[in-house]
């Protein structure tokens, strides 16, 4: 049950309407976090804006999703794991994938890059850095601007699951793939 009342569309103020509808028309996205942020309406937005900057961006969307199946399962927020384990399997992201991800263990990912998404976000959450090693070796393989994208990718998403854990918002009691504990 999550910690905060939910904000009928019906009981927003202009603003919070405004950022809501937009939302609603352009992604689509208007649940998990962003029940929080409706709060804050100038932070929906930003928060909205940010994700598809991310979106559009230079990672691939399976590059995206496994910096965001890492970041879900380190924060273990439940809702984001719920969407981003759903949003996976719906570009071909192999269950086995999943479920190790799940497992806290490492994926066996056969692209280079997609390994190096994976590695990258859990030395950064793990460590809170990234050590030089790791650096020389993401830079090679991402580049400068993906190695970015990716970086920016992990504190963006930790946003989103951080404010999820936080405010207890959670998955449908239908979820295919619960977070383990």
Not at 121 to 143: D, H, P, V
Request: hydrophobic share 45%; proline share 5%; net charge neutral.
């Amino acid at each position: 049950m999550t910690r905060l009342a939910i904000i009928d569309r019906a009981d927003m103020n202009a603003e919070q309407a405004r950022v809501y509808d937009t939302a609603k028309q352009t992604s689509g996205i208007v649940g998990g976090p962003y029940l929080a942020y409706i709060r804050l309406p100038k932070l929906f937005e930003a928060s909205q804006n940010m994700r598809g900057t991310l979106a559009a961006g230079p990672l691939s969307r399976r590059e995206q999703q496994i910096v965001n199946l890492a970041v879900a399962r380190h924060w273990n927020a439940r809702y984001p794991w719920y969407a981003q384990a759903r949003n996976s399997l719906s570009i071909g992201i192999e269950q086995a994938i999943i479920d190790a991800i799940n497992a806290r263990k490492t994926p066996s990912l056969t692209d280079a890059r997609e390994r190096t998404c994976f590695a990258v976000a859990t030395e950064i959450l793990a460590n809170k850095e990234l050590s030089e090693k790791s650096y020389a070796a993401a830079e090679k393989t991402m580049g400068v601007e993906d190695l970015v994208a990716l970086v920016a990718t992990v504190g963006a998403f930790s946003m989103t699951c951080l404010t999820a854990a936080t405010f207890q918002i959670d998955p449908p009691a239908d979820n295919p793939i619960p977070l383990a504990q």
